[in-house]
């Protein structure tokens, strides 16, 4: 069974940084992209970042330039390195094993941008 675990989240202020884990069980996290989604208080769940196989990333407009994802595929770990961030990125975030026959998420890590 794959299971999907995040950490990293926290308090930052406005300009901060932080960087996310999400860390698979399981043999399979090699063979499917991953995402990072978030949801924001009172707001649907939205695509941050997707990181293909070969390491191919695709940004959402609010965050390029600013967040960076990864992968260690020897480590069954992905991250997300938030920098310069913006009280508008506070927000849950999850990952998600894409492309799946069933959705697997994470349980979510919390952040908060505020002074």
């Known amino acids: 069974q794959v299971q999907l675990v995040e950490s990293g989240g926290g308090l930052v202020q406005p300009g901060g940084s932080l960087r996310l884990s999400c860390a698979a069980s399981?043999?399979?996290?090699?063979?499917?992209?991953m995402g990072w989604y978030r949801q924001a208080p009172g707001k649907q769940r939205e695509l941050v970042a997707t990181?293909?196989?070969?390491?191919?990333?695709n940004y959402a407009d609010p965050v390029k330039g600013r967040f960076t994802i990864s992968r260690d595929n020897a480590k069954n770990t992905m991250y997300l390195q938030m920098n310069s961030l913006k009280p508008e990125d506070t927000a849950v975030y999850y990952c998600?094993?894409?492309?799946?026959?069933?959705?697997?998420w994470g349980q979510g890590t919390l952040v908060t941008v505020s002074v």
């Open positions: 998600k094993l894409e492309g799946y026959f069933r959705p697997i």
């Open positions: 990181i293909t196989t070969v390491g191919r990333t």
């Open positions: 399981g043999s399979i996290f090699s063979l499917y992209t």
